[in-house]
């Protein structure tokens, strides 16, 4: 260190302790001004959470004269709901906490006290806040409704005395005034307090206490100014005024009062569950009174409502009110505007919901889900329009208060049975009709109007005993009365139901026995035409309604295959109970050749289009049009998917294309299948050597050389799993063949066929996407695919088809339907063989048996794969080897497997004995069609399988 670095440590050394020194009582007077602000904001927070706290104590209590908006008083609109539950989750209260390094010293104290009672006051807040923001949105809006009127009748008085607290002749109408006033105040500070007391504890024993409550405010007579003795016409014009907006206001809190008192009972109600309901009226007392109270009630409910109305029509000095008439008028007529709007957007509704139907007709003729969904569309469309006016007028009550207008709410109930009246006519109609057309039988237009006429009339006769309900609705709400009526309306409307269904009731008995059990079948019949039919006939009208959501469903979902599976498989547990048959003797060895006999099937059986046969020669366009670089295709599919078949009628149709003279040019198709023994790279070339005429002993190299002198050379080799063994080296010929279908070659076209699980393996081995540029995955065949195919192959016998008695419905209106047994025999057929082509033909040799010229179908024997569970694990390499492969000798399985000869022998007589393989005359064994599903399933639970 020189003696300049010297003098420069010396100088920081003394120079920075004074620097701190100077800085400490800066820093120390802005922390303590930053502390005397925050005591200021901790003070006013303070002041701010007290008067919160006196004033919810106020509001609670019921006093008068406080009128802070409700919000401002809880921090947050108690109406709303998304920010009522964010506050009770995070609750805004108190000021926030100086951070400890930002506290002056000696201020510290102040600072902790401070902040103590500013939170004792938050907490106390929050203990008045989280009762009231606790209790159901109904609850609360009473409160908040209580409260505006109980405002408007203060803001009133107020006035009142502002104008006449001076004047000495006024003064006995301005006691009258504060008189009523402060009678007022104990009824209106009761009811808050049992809401509060409800939502601390929602007991039965807080329930009856408030319904006492409600029983002692109902039984109070209206509180009526002026008194007895004074005349309102001995006033001035202004003063009557005043006055009479007094009367109003009062009255308005009065009836406000009884209003929410009647919604606040009607809410306990519905909140009491039926047992309690019972308990309370089991006892004879207690049930008297409620009965008595809520008659009162209902008479109070509308001596009130007519005192409104006698308030709208007369002004205070008796003459009439010319202008609350108008009021009255035009709120009506926006009533009836509105109503005619709803009525306009029903209509409305019912032309778009008829000109949805016509599109769906008109696009959906050639699918029957679409025209299906169309049966719907029709069904709702006559509904539809009176389900909007239903809920236009439920949201219409809800924004009119019977304290303000109590003849329109008596309008929309009128209306609203109205509006019921015409739904249960339309679909009284619908449920006659729809019944019948189940059952089979189609009724004639006189039928029908005869019928409509009948619905309109029963649905009157439903209807009017709902007036009552509703009526009680509007004066006493949900009671022991509406829960009386509405079981009189309900008796009435099942007894008017069964009178109705009489008309149909063996239709009726014919569609219910789809889900009644057989055993009921002879009390079923007795019910058409028994004196006690009307009370039977209803309690089938919920399992005609599944037969008709059955029916609906099986139409609108039958194009999707799930459905298919779900349904076939139900079906097929439903026949779990039955005793197989005895007499099942196969069918005839001529009929089976139609089938299975590969002499009788080149060429003569009509060929099914999956779509398969056009892929191919779509990929072969586009390869014949420029000879380019993507020469070489996949075809990968399971056993029995139908490969070597498109690939044959592919052969057969090129070279007749080739022998009419084909625009696209001369095509020279060569087919050859693999031979099982096949999979050394010789065996490969030879093949090929044959094929091309030329030497492939150095590889590819010679027949890209050759290339140019071929002419355009199309090369199919079916079977290629036999190309390869799982094993060590026994992928040789593979890339052999590799190397082959890579090579730069303008003039061959490789098109290979292969098992989808060979393929599976290979692709683990060398790649999906490096062994083929085209890969194409055969698809399961669909239900109407199979379905072709054995009905083709059967017209080629020449043979009438039935169906097994336990295929055809003897129950509900389907019994004996050959076309409804038909659909649910190939449903089964279908969900059996998965989709395999080659593994339904032999389900279905296996379900049908011959007599004479007609052949009889029962539900296909479903492969188990039960018994491989009792074989163990090393049989299932055998298996899976065999499914790999698509058979093999006992000697390459024991090569492929690296098991003992012995175990693969035990596997492969298991096999044979269990049904599962199956030998020919090679010695070639492999999975038996009637098993290859459940096999490979069993298989790829043991995740044995590649794919």
Not at 24 to 51: I, K, M, N, V
């Amino acid at each position: 260190m020189n003696a300049r670095q010297l003098v420069t440590g010396l100088l920081v050394a003394a120079v920075l302790p004074l620097a701190l020194f100077v800085s400490a009582p800066a820093r120390a007077d802005a922390a303590c001004t930053a502390t005397t602000e925050w005591l200021d904001a901790a003070s006013e927070s303070s002041r701010g959470l007290q008067h919160r706290a006196d004033v919810l104590d106020a509001v609670m209590r019921g006093e008068p004269a406080l009128f802070e908006p409700l919000e401002d008083i809880l921090g947050v609109d108690p109406l709303d709901q998304l920010a009522v539950q964010n506050w009770l989750q995070e609750p805004d209260l108190g000021i926030g906490r100086l951070a400890q390094d930002e506290i002056c010293a000696r201020l510290a104290d102040a600072v902790d006290q401070a902040w103590q009672e500013n939170q004792a006051l938050a907490r106390q807040v929050q203990e008045r806040v989280i009762p009231i923001l606790s209790l159901p949105l109904p609850q609360r809006q009473i409160l908040v409704r209580l409260r505006q009127a109980r405002h408007a009748e203060l803001r009133s008085l107020h006035t009142l005395r502002q104008n006449w607290q001076d004047d000495p002749e006024l003064a006995s109408w301005l006691a009258q005034a504060n008189q009523a006033s402060a009678r007022m105040q104990p009824r209106f500070s009761q009811l808050p307090l049992a809401i509060s007391s409800l939502a601390r504890e929602p007991s039965l024993q807080a329930q009856l206490a408030t319904l006492v409550l409600w029983q002692q405010q109902q039984l109070q007579p209206l509180l009526v100014v002026p008194a007895e003795g004074l005349k309102a016409q001995d006033l001035a014009p202004d003063d009557q005024a005043l006055w009479y907006d007094y009367n109003q206001s009062f009255a308005r809190l009065h009836l406000r009062m009884d209003e929410e008192l009647l919604f606040l009972r009607s809410s306990l109600f519905d909140r009491l569950s039926l047992a309690k309901l019972t308990t309370l009226l089991n006892n004879t007392d207690a049930g008297q009174r409620i009965l008595v109270s809520e008659y009162r009630a209902a008479l109070q409910t509308a001596r009130n409502m007519s005192h409104w109305m006698a308030m709208d029509l007369h002004n205070n000095d008796g003459s009439i009110a010319w202008r609350h008439i108008l009021r009255d008028l035009v709120y009506l007529l926006v009533a009836l505007a509105a109503f005619t709007i709803l009525v306009r957007l029903a209509q409305l509704t019912n032309r778009l919901m008829m000109a949805f139907h016509d599109m769906l007709v008109r696009r959906g003729r050639s699918r029957r889900s679409i025209i299906s969904l169309s049966r719907i569309t029709t069904t709702l469309a006559p509904v539809l329009p009176w389900l909007l006016l239903w809920f236009g007028l439920g949201i219409g009550e809800g924004q009119v208060a019977k304290a303000d207008h109590p003849g329109i709410i008596w309008l929309i109930q009128g209306a609203r049975l109205y509006v019921l009246y015409r739904l249960f006519s339309q679909l009284a109609e619908w449920l006659v009709l729809r019944v019948a057309l189940g059952a089979g039988n189609y009724l004639s237009g006189q039928h029908s109007e005869t019928v409509r006429q009948a619905a309109r009339t029963h649905a009157m006769v439903t209807v009017v005993p709902l007036a009552p309900y509703y009526a009680g609705l509007v004066l006493v709400g949900h009671s022991v009365t509406t829960l009386f009526t509405a079981l009189v309306a309900f008796v009435v409307f099942y007894f008017t139901l069964g009178n109705l269904m009489r008309r149909c009731d063996k239709d009726l008995v014919a569609d219910a026995r789809l889900f009644l059990p057989g055993r009921l079948d002879p009390l079923l019949d007795r019910i058409p035409g028994s004196f006690l039919s009307p009370a039977l006939l209803p309690l089938l009208v919920p399992f005609a309604l599944l037969s008709f959501l059955k029916q609906d469903m099986d139409q609108l979902l039958q194009d999707f295959d799930w459905y298919r599976s779900i349904s076939a498989r139900v079906f097929h547990m439903s026949l779990a109970g039955n005793e197989p048959r005895e007499d099942d003797t196969g069918v005839d060895a001529s009929y089976e050749a139609w089938f299975l006999d590969p002499e009788k099937r080149e060429g003569k059986f009509p060929f099914i289009d999956t779509g398969l046969l056009e892929t191919l020669n779509k990929q072969l366009s586009l390869w014949r049009k420029d000879h380019g670089e993507y020469n070489t295709l996949l075809l990968s599919g399971e056993a029995g998917i139908g490969k070597t078949t498109a690939l044959r009628r592919l052969q057969r149709n090129l070279e007749k294309e080739a022998a009419d003279g084909a625009e696209e040019g001369e095509l020279a198709v060569h087919y050859l299948e693999a031979p099982k023994d096949s999979w050394q790279p010789d065996s490969i070339r030879e093949l090929l050597e044959d094929l091309f005429q030329v030497s492939l002993e150095d590889g590819p190299k010679a027949l890209i050389e050759k290339d140019e002198t071929l002419p355009a050379t199309l090369v199919i080799i079916d079977n290629a799993e036999s190309f390869f063994r799982s094993r060590v080296g026994g992928l040789d010929g593979w890339q052999y063949l590799l190397s082959l279908t890579s090579a730069r070659l303008t003039n061959v076209f490789w098109l290979i066929s292969i098992n989808n699980q060979a393929f599976a393996y290979l692709s683990n081995v060398f790649g999906a996407d490096y062994q083929f540029a085209n890969v194409i995955r055969v698809k399961r065949w669909t239900q109407e695919q199979i379905r072709s195919l054995i009905l083709a192959r059967n017209h080629i016998g020449n043979m009438n088809i039935a169906f097994d008695e336990l295929l055809l419905s003897n129950r509900g209106p389907d019994a004996g339907n050959l076309r409804n047994a038909e659909q649910r025999y190939f449903g089964l057929l279908w969900d059996a063989c998965r989709g395999n082509p080659e593994v339904a033909l032999h389900l279905w040799l296996d379900s049908a048996r011959t007599e004479g010229n007609r052949v009889v179908a029962g539900p296909p024997p479903p492969a188990s794969s039960a018994g491989l569970d009792k074989l163990g694990d090393n049989p299932m390499f055998v298996y899976a080897a065999l499914i790999t492969h698509g058979g093999l000798d006992r000697h390459t399985l024991c090569d492929v497997t690296s098991l003992a000869d012995g175990v693969v022998s035990y596997a492969l007589k298991s096999g044979l004995d269990n049904g599962f393989l199956e030998r020919n005359e090679q010695g070639i064994y492999a999975v038996t069609p009637d098993f290859y599903q459940a096999v490979t399933s069993y298989l790829n639970r043991k995740n044995m399988l590649h794919e």
